[in-house]
């Protein structure tokens, strides 16, 4: 059996980091993710921290359950990955932003989003 290169290592990283984005934006934990694609959760875990590769027969299946492309788990590869990282670790911030979507419309949530900014500018 081959060892990983760093390349191929990135790249399982890259698209596991997509996944748990995508999976977080669905408000999604591992375990209903899991259920719906018929695997553990602990398989899971392994595609999104990038220690285990994903196959395109289930990279299909996960954007199915996601309701996207299974190209956009692609997206930005090469860039640098730390934005993704930092999107997919709070889960909170994830699901009210999902919330302001739902509910507000565009031009609500481009105020809202400008007295974020000056709200955070001023502490």
Known sequence: MSRKTPHSRAIDLHV???IRLYRLQQ???Q???ADKLGISYQQ???Y???S???SAGRMADVARVLGTEPALFFLGLGEES???LS???DREAMLFSNYVQEILPLERRQELQKFVCALAKTF
């Open 31 to 33: 375990q209903e993710l």
């Open 48 to 50: 999104e921290n990038g």
């Open 82 to 84: 730390a934005t993704i």
């Open 27 to 29: 408000g999604l934990s």
């Open 16 to 18: 596991g980091q997509r």
């Open 52 to 54: 285990n590769s994903i």
């Open 87 to 89: 999107q997919a670790g």
């Open 44 to 46: 899971l875990h392994k």
